[in-house]
C-alpha cells in the first residue's frame, strides 16, 4: 500500500489526475452519487440507486459489493468506523466518500453537464415529433 501526495492510502492503483478515473461506470457513479449526502450500508445504497434512478439502474448485490470494493481500492470512499443508527445490526458495513471521492464526483457531474450542454446546443433534446 502506498500513499500519495495528499496523504490517501491506496490498495490499488494510484491516479495522477482526477481524469484518470472518468469516466466513471454507471454502477460506480450512482454508488458515488447514493453517498454523497450521507454514509449508507451496501443494502440502503442499492435502494437509493433504484429510487434516484427511478427504477432504471438496479444493483444486484455481486455488482454493488465488486463495485464497492473497486472504489474502496481506488481511495474514492472508506469504510465509516461509526454506525449512525444505534442497536443496528454489527455485521453492517457504512461506507461514505473521501475526499478525492467528492472530487472524482463533481469532476465527473461537471462532465456530464458539458455533454448535455452539447446536446441541448445541437437540439438533440428536443421533443421528437409523434
Do not use: C, W
Request: no cysteine.
Amino acid at each position: 500500500m502506498d500513499r500519495n501526495a495528499g496523504g490517501v492510502l491506496f490498495k490499488g492503483r494510484q491516479p495522477t489526475r482526477l481524469e484518470e478515473f472518468l469516466p466513471l461506470s454507471t454502477a460506480n457513479l450512482y454508488i458515488l452519487l447514493a453517498l454523497a449526502e450521507e454514509e449508507r450500508h451496501g443494502y440502503a445504497v442499492m435502494l437509493e440507486v433504484n429510487e434516484a434512478s427511478e427504477g432504471a439502474i438496479k444493483l444486484g448485490p455481486g455488482t454493488l459489493y465488486r463495485s464497492i470494493q473497486d472504489l474502496l481500492k481506488d481511495g474514492l470512499i472508506q469504510e465509516s468506523a461509526s454506525r449512525p443508527v444505534r442497536n443496528e445490526d454489527q455485521r453492517r458495513r457504512y461506507y461514505g466518500l473521501t475526499g478525492l471521492g467528492r472530487k472524482v464526483l463533481a469532476s465527473e457531474s461537471r462532465r456530464l453537464a458539458s455533454v448535455v450542454a452539447l446536446a441541448k446546443s445541437r437540439k438533440v433534446l428536443q421533443r421528437l415529433p409523434t
